[in-house]
């Protein structure tokens, strides 16, 4: 005998020795019988283990019910109603055949028949429902009381309760029934719901929903139409599978669900962080700094303003926009760089965010030069906008004479008449997603052109530029300097001005580039815890 034998031996010792030991130790007592007649009669019970056993024999005699013992195979059988009962000594498994059909099933108790002589004890409670189901009456049970009581079980429902127990793998609802079921569709949703829609039936709805949820069912809803009831269970997450089962023993609906094992569960765990791992670097790739959109103002048969000595500001805004592409092409290898011109052609304002959107741009930067109407002037410096209504008079008169290219445009009134000031309002309301990040850029600009460059710094503003509208991500205006200031213009149309103003936006950019993608990394990583 190999030591896994001898163990199972030992173990299945242990038990019929315990068995014993609790039988010869039970506490022996009796229940009052009582009929709907008024007749009562004693029945034996043991009491053991916290399990109240009553004796089968003592039960079945004053209803008249045949008995019918086994000594050689320690078996009882009885006929309640129109099924044969089969119980064994020692075995928690009884076995019910349906005499007209001769269709027999198994139930399990949840602990064993005790045979004492010629006496078979039965767990009561387990007895009780059992014998409901199978004769069709109500059977009062009152360990209390030491009381049973048969009434008569009488219902204009044809479906009168539910009851939901706990099982190895899951829990099993049982559709209390006062005849045969008809069709039945049963339908679990991966959201958690499943519905019992059974035909040609009524049901006591009030009852049904007062039932208790209890294990895998966390709420029981009924709703009766004219043809059909459907009942509706909210189960836990862990329920996989739902199946339906007419019990051969009585009317009764049995629905099985059954749960995840705990390896399922780990295997759906490690799933699950798969897929947020997927999801997370889906979510870093969709919204990664990896395009910039350099907007160089002006162009063509536009030449934008002009400076003290005839500089054109189409001509600065080009070539800083060039230099300051080659930059982050050079330095920023992830980066794609999208220019709405690149060499001196005429190109519509609302073109130029269309080209933004559709390059799936992620920062949108227009450049652009100042200037005062007279000439020369000493007003000076660089200033970067933000698209929100106008708030200076100063802000008003550079807005308007940037957009005053429009009326260049073919077709521009039908295409701009409806920015009014409402609108401009409406419209930066709907951008309010991206405001957050055209401020953090601005910042971030504005304090590496004031350490790099000796011009003025002007600071952040906010005016209503039609060269902004509609573009899909954080956008800018940069007005880098006055060409009506005569020194400042000789910088402006310097190489080594250029340059400069280019190298400055470019630590702008990186830094802001820094601060996005970890804002980003942060955001999604919350997202997905």
């Not at 007895?127 to 059977?139: H, S």
């Not at 209390?176 to 040609?200: Q, R, S, Y």
């Not at 997603?433 to 850029?441: C, D, G, I, P, V």
């Not at 940069?478 to 936006?505: D, H, P, T, W």
């Amino acid at each position: 005998m190999n030591f896994s034998c001898f163990c199972k031996l030992l173990f299945l010792s242990l038990i019929y020795f315990f068995l014993c030991h609790s039988q010869e130790t039970a506490q022996e007592t009796s229940f009052n019988f009582r009929f709907a007649n008024g007749d009562s009669a004693l029945v034996r019970s043991l009491d053991s283990a916290d399990v109240t056993y009553l004796s089968l024999n003592d039960f079945l005699r004053p209803l008249r019910l045949p008995g019918i013992l086994n000594d050689s195979t320690g078996k009882i059988e009885c006929l309640i109603a129109s099924h044969l009962i089969r119980f064994t000594d020692k075995n928690p498994f009884v076995v019910i055949t349906e005499r007209p059909s001769n269709t027999a099933s198994v139930y399990q108790m949840p602990t064993l028949t005790i045979r004492r002589y010629q006496e078979y004890y039965v767990p009561a409670s387990t007895f009780v429902t059992l014998f409901e189901r199978i004769a069709g009456k109500r059977l009062l049970f009152d360990p209390e009381r030491k009381l049973l009581e048969l009434r008569s079980f009488i219902s204009p429902y044809d479906i009168a309760g539910i009851e939901i127990e706990k099982k190895l793998n899951g829990s099993l609802i049982t559709i209390l029934a006062n005849k045969k079921l008809g069709d039945i569709e049963t339908w679990l949703k991966p959201d958690g719901w499943l519905f019992v829609t059974i035909t040609g039936v009524t049901a006591d709805t009030t009852a049904l929903n007062r039932t208790k949820p209890a294990e895998a069912i966390k709420k029981v809803l009924a709703f009766q139409s004219p043809t059909s009831i459907q009942l509706t269970f909210r189960v836990t997450s862990d329920v996989v599978q739902a199946e339906a089962v007419n019990d051969p023993a009585s009317n009764n609906l049995f629905i099985s669900l059954r749960t995840r094992t705990e390896s399922e569960r780990k295997e759906m765990e490690k799933k699950r962080q798969e897929a947020a791992r997927l999801d997370r670097g889906k979510k870093r790739d969709r919204w990664k700094l990896d395009v910039i959109v350099i907007d160089a103002g002006h162009g063509g048969k536009d030449p934008g303003t002009i400076g003290v000595a005839g500089t054109h500001e189409k001509d600065i805004t080009l070539k800083v926009a060039l230099k300051l592409g080659q930059l982050i092409q050079k330095d920023l290898k992830d980066v794609k760089v999208v220019y709405t011109r690149k060499t001196d052609e005429f190109v519509e304002l609302y073109r130029r965010t269309q080209i933004a959107n559709e390059a799936a741009g992620k920062l949108f930067v227009s450049l652009h030069c100042n200037a005062l109407p007279h000439k020369p002037s000493s007003k000076s410096g660089f200033e970067i906008f933000l698209l929100r209504p106008n708030r200076t008079e100063e802000a008003v008169s550079i807005a308007a004479r940037e957009n005053a290219v429009v009326q260049m445009e073919e077709g521009y009134e039908e295409r701009y008449r409806k920015l009014t000031e409402e609108e401009f309002i409406m419209i930066t309301m709907a951008q309010s997603a991206y405001m957050k990040h055209s401020e953090q850029f601005a910042e971030c600009a504005v304090g590496s052109m004031a350490k790099n460059l000796r011009i003025k710094n002007s600071g952040v503003k906010q005016a209503g530029f039609y060269v902004l509208v509609g573009a899909s991500m954080p956008n800018v205006l940069v007005e880098i300097g006055y060409l009506s200031n005569k020194k400042e213009e000789q910088f402006l149309s310097s190489s080594a001005g250029q340059r400069k103003i280019a190298e400055a936006l470019f630590s702008g950019v990186k830094e802001y580039k820094s601060k996005y993608e970890q804002a980003l990394q942060e955001g999604i990583e919350n997202d997905i815890q």
